[in-house]
């Protein structure tokens, strides 16, 4: 099993900036794609963003030149920097990984961009 723990969502006004992060215990061995993904209210979830184990990074063209996913295979952890944040960027934001044919989520953390 993976255990996955996000931290850092928050308040934040547009235009601002946070931080996620994403780290991951248990059994983190051959672990391919990491990434994020988003759910705002009354919508489905979303993929955000993921980075592969060669650090190629795909984005949703939503975020494209905002949002930047990096990983530290080291610290078996995932972090998204969020920059120039907008009101429709608000969600609940869920860690992903790709282990294998398994996959596996965090529990979420809130991210509210306030006008």
């Known amino acids: 099993q993976v255990q996955l723990v996000e931290s850092g969502g928050g308040l934040v006004q547009a235009g601002g900036s946070l931080r996620l992060s994403c780290a991951a215990s248990g059994s983190i061995y051959s672990i391919s794609h990491m990434g994020w993904y988003r759910q705002a209210p009354g919508k489905q979830r979303e993929l955000v963003g993921i980075i592969t184990s060669g650090d190629k990074t795909i984005y949703a063209d939503s975020v494209k030149g905002r949002f930047t996913i990096s990983r530290d295979n080291a610290k078996n952890t995932v972090s998204l920097q969020m920059n120039s944040l907008q009101r429709e960027d608000t969600g609940v934001y869920y860690c992903?990984?790709?282990?294998?044919?398994?996959?596996?989520w965090g529990q979420g953390t809130q991210v509210t961009v306030s006008s």
């Open positions: 992903n990984i790709l282990r294998g044919r398994d996959v596996y």
